[in-house]
């Protein structure tokens, strides 16, 4: 079939506005990893911007591992982000469950509730209260358990279990299983999409933990991966507490940290990109 004069252009248009949001997503990400690569003499000769360096040198990200705590902070938000996903999922999924079985009693009003906390909560001072009198505070839990379930999450996990049909419960309790083996060995296997796309929204949220910490924790070794990062963005409003004999530029110290804080999301992302598209896609179909 042969595209007409106005089709033609039409397609033209939708290409180049694709190709300049392209440009314009991919174009910070190698400029920071630029940057962090390149030697200081020929940031200084750029005027502090180079787009394709003349040569590459890894010694910020040397010093980042050598010098700072970053590599600590690195195993920290691995430890939340792991244990913080796992148990996340499993939470939800044990929460969206019941809510999704329509003869479940007081299923409405549990429900509105938990449409209530998305609207509202109890307030920063209490929260803070309520972690310390628990015995969380200045503790890797305090990263955690505060932000186990999400509302957002819980509702979307539940609207995919009800989306199954219901014929599938039907034949296995006349088979005799119970609601447990039901979730385990047919709605666990089966909601595989829903799962992973609820797992990457949290993975997310944890690796970016900044605020809880911050709030959270007074230890300097308990701060995970993105609290390291905005002290090392920080160098340049704190030049006095630089060591005078380092011979790398702040700005490249700091591309060098953003880069290795980013770089672990970006290499997960490719791998579970159709279960997330997927999942969402689920998620929001109800038949």
């Given at each position: 079939?042969?595209?007409?004069h106005?089709?033609?252009?039409?397609?033209?248009?939708v290409?180049?506005?694709?190709?300049?949001a392209?440009?314009?997503?991919?174009?910070?990400?190698?400029?920071?990893?630029?940057?962090?690569l390149?030697?200081?003499?020929?940031?200084?000769r750029?005027g502090g911007?180079?787009?394709?360096?003349?040569?590459?040198?890894?010694?910020a990200?040397?010093?980042?591992?050598?010098?700072?705590?970053l590599?600590?902070?690195?195993?920290?938000?691995?430890?939340?982000?792991v244990i913080?996903?796992s148990?996340?999922?499993?939470?939800?999924?044990l929460?969206?469950y019941?809510?999704?079985r329509?003869?479940?009693?007081?299923?409405?009003?549990?429900l509105?509730?938990?449409?209530?906390t998305?609207?509202?909560n109890?307030?920063?001072?209490?929260?803070y209260?309520?972690?310390?009198?628990v015995g969380?505070l200045n503790?890797?839990?305090?990263m955690?358990?505060p932000?186990a379930?999400?509302?957002?999450?819980?509702l979307?996990?539940k609207?995919?279990?009800?989306?199954?049909?219901?014929?599938i419960?039907?034949?296995?309790k006349?088979?005799?299983?119970?609601?447990w083996r039901?979730?385990t060995t047919?709605?666990?296997?089966?909601?595989?999409?829903?799962?992973v796309?609820?797992?990457?929204?949290y993975?997310v949220q944890y690796?970016?933990l900044?605020?809880?910490?911050?709030?959270?924790?007074?230890s300097?070794?308990?701060?995970?991966?993105?609290?390291?990062?905005?002290?090392?963005?920080?160098?340049?409003?704190?030049?006095?507490?630089?060591?005078p004999?380092v011979?790398?530029?702040?700005?490249?110290?700091?591309?060098?940290?953003?880069?290795?804080?980013?770089?672990?999301?970006?290499?997960v992302?490719?791998?579970?990109?159709k279960y997330?598209?997927?999942g969402?896609?689920l998620?929001?179909i109800?038949?």
């Amino acid at each position: 079939m042969v595209k007409g004069h106005s089709e033609r252009w039409f397609d033209i248009v939708v290409f180049t506005v694709l190709l300049l949001a392209g440009v314009a997503a991919v174009f910070p990400i190698l400029f920071v990893v630029s940057m962090s690569l390149t030697p200081y003499g020929e940031v200084l000769r750029n005027g502090g911007y180079v787009f394709i360096p003349d040569s590459i040198t890894f010694d910020a990200y040397h010093y980042l591992l050598e010098k700072t705590k970053l590599p600590r902070g690195l195993m920290v938000t691995l430890f939340v982000t792991v244990i913080g996903t796992s148990l996340s999922l499993l939470l939800t999924m044990l929460m969206a469950y019941p809510l999704s079985r329509r003869k479940l009693n007081g299923r409405s009003y549990i429900l509105l509730i938990i449409l209530f906390t998305m609207l509202f909560n109890g307030g920063l001072i209490p929260t803070y209260l309520t972690v310390q009198q628990v015995g969380l505070l200045n503790t890797v839990w305090a990263m955690i358990i505060p932000n186990a379930v999400s509302a957002f999450n819980l509702l979307i996990m539940k609207s995919f279990f009800e989306s199954l049909p219901e014929e599938i419960f039907e034949s296995a309790k006349i088979d005799g299983a119970k609601e447990w083996r039901i979730l385990t060995t047919i709605v666990a296997p089966l909601s595989v999409p829903s799962l992973v796309t609820i797992g990457l929204f949290y993975m997310v949220q944890y690796w970016n933990l900044y605020f809880q910490a911050v709030l959270y924790v007074q230890s300097s070794d308990l701060y995970p991966l993105q609290v390291v990062v905005r002290n090392i963005l920080m160098m340049n409003q704190m030049a006095d507490n630089i060591n005078p004999e380092v011979t790398l530029p702040t700005v490249t110290l700091q591309m060098a940290a953003v880069v290795a804080a980013s770089l672990p999301m970006i290499m997960v992302y490719p791998f579970i990109q159709k279960y997330f598209i997927k999942g969402m896609l689920l998620g929001a179909i109800k038949g």
